[in-house]
């Protein structure tokens, strides 16, 4: 099927599976069955209305970080009471938006976030807007650095120490009501510790909340971050996940909340490029594709590693002479070559170093776990048009 979708819709196109977020939901709710639970899926992972109708069909809700975001779950199908709205800045602009269609939770990151909130809230005449603080819990996580966000010293969450501050401001005030608290600590984690450390945090903090006198709490979230497997290591397991972070919801008693992107869409997308041609430089031998970093931005901005296979080999009607596939790197490994984009970038690269034996021109190169961070990443530039999207339902796409 995917030689049939690139012949049609053409390269560079990402194809994402319906089922295989399906099955990832459903591996996900099996394993938080024990714990009243939400889900609410980060819309930034992937924002194609194909993929959002697919989310909100399986009852989730939506983690939104813009107004885009919000209109996007809005055009989707999703109910606003349904959203949770993250994000370290959040335009004023934003925040009255989001206050306007009454968005289910509004999820703080400061003190000074809150007084323009409360400042909007007023000039409406509101005195019910569902705020949340993220916490800064302060732990440490084995990611790339760019996707870390839990620790001390980061710009995101509020630090554990001015939560209570913050909390008795939301009390006094008259516009809004504190009903969680939360904590996104990074992205691509897969080890359950980080969650473990971060939920028991939490946990103890809605401890001193309480007894501070805020009894308006009804549920804590723990944010997104479930790492997934790219081939190069396992990703966390829905089980570990839910054994790190049930306890917090049964010692609380507060509703769990979770926001998770990368698990339920990274897997179930590829994207498809077509080999334009090979060349040999400086030993070192390249496989030139159509798709390239403005498409897919993982590898150069992360060194990220994807797996790439050969779908097919040149099409008969690929109006290029075929040539044989490369001998390999002189001096180097042996038949390894450096899959590179159209970018006029060094850094423009899909893969680097790979046994692509079938990487002729014509060929159709599958790009895998583009599903998450792929096309929502990409962008114009060399004034390239995007690439295209394709959801395949059962046998039709
Ligand atoms: N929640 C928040 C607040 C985020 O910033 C992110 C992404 O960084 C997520 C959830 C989703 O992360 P992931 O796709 O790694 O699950």
Do not use: W
Request: charged content about 20%; glycine content about 12%; proline content about 5%.
């Amino acid at each position: 099927m995917l030689a049939r979708i690139a012949a049609q819709a053409g390269t560079p196109v990402f194809v994402y599976s319906a089922d295989a977020i399906r099955s990832q939901h459903a591996a996900l709710t099996g394993a938080l069955a024990a714990v009243p639970h939400r889900v609410h899926y980060s819309v930034k992972a992937n924002s194609s209305l194909g993929v959002l109708d697919v989310v909100r069909r399986l009852g989730m809700g939506a983690d939104i970080v813009s107004a885009g975001e919000l209109a996007r779950a809005l055009r989707a199908g999703f109910v606003p009471e349904h959203m949770v709205f993250s994000g370290v800045g959040k335009t004023p602009a934003e925040l009255a938006t989001a206050v306007d269609a009454r968005i289910g939770l509004i999820n703080l990151e400061s003190e000074a976030e809150f007084a323009t909130l409360a400042a909007i809230a007023r000039d409406r005449g509101r005195r019910d807007v569902a705020v949340g603080i993220r916490v800064n819990p302060d732990v440490t996580t084995d990611t790339h650095p760019y996707t870390q966000t839990g620790k001390a010293g980061m710009k995101f969450g509020v630090p554990l120490d001015q939560v209570i501050p913050l909390a008795q401001r939301v009390k006094e005030s008259a516009q809004a009501r504190l009903v969680s608290v939360g904590m996104h600590i990074g992205s691509q984690i897969t080890d359950s510790a980080p969650y473990r450390s971060g939920a028991e945090k939490l946990s103890g903090l809605v401890v001193q909340l309480r007894r501070a006198g805020i009894g308006s709490l009804v549920s804590v979230d723990v944010g997104g971050g479930l790492g997934i497997d790219y081939g190069c290591e396992p990703g966390l397991e829905a089980a570990a996940f839910a054994n790190a972070v049930a306890p917090l919801a049964q010692q609380t008693g507060l509703l769990l909340l979770i926001e998770p992107g990368r698990f339920l869409v990274g897997n179930a997308g590829v994207l498809l490029t077509r080999v334009l041609y090979q060349k040999r430089s400086g030993g070192r031998e390249f496989v030139v594709t159509d798709a390239g970093m403005n498409d897919f931005m993982r590898p150069s901005l992360y060194r990220a590693y994807h797996e790439i296979q050969v779908v097919s080999e040149a099409p008969l009607d690929f109006a290029r002479p075929r040539s044989t596939p490369l001998a390999g790197r002189e001096g180097g490994a042996e038949g390894l070559v450096d899959i590179v984009g159209p970018n006029c970038e060094s850094g423009d690269y899909l893969g680097l170093e790979r046994a692509l034996p079938g990487a002729v021109p014509g060929a159709l190169l599958a790009v895998l776990g583009a599903g998450a961070y792929g096309f929502g990443m990409s962008s114009h530039y060399n004034s390239r048009p995007r690439a295209a999207e394709v959801l395949v339902d059962g046998r039709r796409f």
